[in-house]
């Protein structure tokens, strides 16, 4: 009876094991994929140098862009890199977005381009480009000729350094405790 138990109890710690070590892979895309609120605290507006807010960042595959605006004052168009530096949206325009909490997931990497097609804003300023890399898992990295400066809070979820790196954590030392209790 006393083997029976001591099976069953390594099997139940095993298969606890193998459950939290697929939470941790599960976890692991939070990880490394970070959440911009574009202009961080002013968000999606007027007045704001988005040239000098996207150099603060390195993007990569996976990173979501949050843009945050007052409906029906802004839009944000993703469009073709001619039509972002010449702000005529009459052509190059790929994707619509208008809600005014708007998400964009950067899923490949490349450049993206959006605008505000509202009278003047583009003109004035209102437009972000980004360069997205590969991320680390597939193997690529940012490839810049300059260090970017550090990230920093942007407010939106704590950058790719946010509280995910406790659950992280924490996920991983659950995995060994189990794994360590199986023996």
């Known amino acids: 009876m006393a ?4 099976v069953t109890s390594r099997l139940t710690a095993t298969s606890s094991f193998f459950f939290f070590f697929f939470l941790c892979l599960v976890a692991r895309h939070h990880l490394e994929a970070a959440e ?12 704001i140098n988005y040239l000098l807010w996207s150099n603060k ?4 595959v996976g990173d979501v862009l949050v843009f945050k605006y007052v409906q029906v004052q802004h839009n944000v168009y993703q469009v073709t890199e ?11 325009v790929t994707r619509t977005y208008d809600s005014g909490d708007d998400r964009v997931t950067l899923g490949e990497a ?3 381009w959006f605008i505000c097609t509202i009278n003047g804003h583009c003109q004035a ?10 991320s680390s898992s597939d193997g690529g990295g940012a490839t810049s000729a300059a260090p970017s400066p550090p990230e920093q809070d942007n407010g939106a979820a704590g950058g790719r350094m946010g509280w995910w790196w406790k659950a992280w954590m924490l996920c991983l030392s659950l995995c ?6 199986c023996f």
């Open 110 to 112: 490349t450049s993206y």
């Open 57 to 60: 960042y390195n993007f990569t």
């Open 125 to 134: 300023g209102m437009r972000l480009a980004v360069s997205v890399a590969k």
């Open 36 to 47: 911009y609120t574009v202009g961080d605290a002013d968000g999606w507006d007027t007045g």
């Open 176 to 181: 060994l405790l189990t794994w360590l209790n």
């Open 3 to 6: 083997s029976h138990l001591v």
């Open 82 to 92: 001619e039509t972002y530096r010449s702000c005529d949206s009459s052509t190059g």
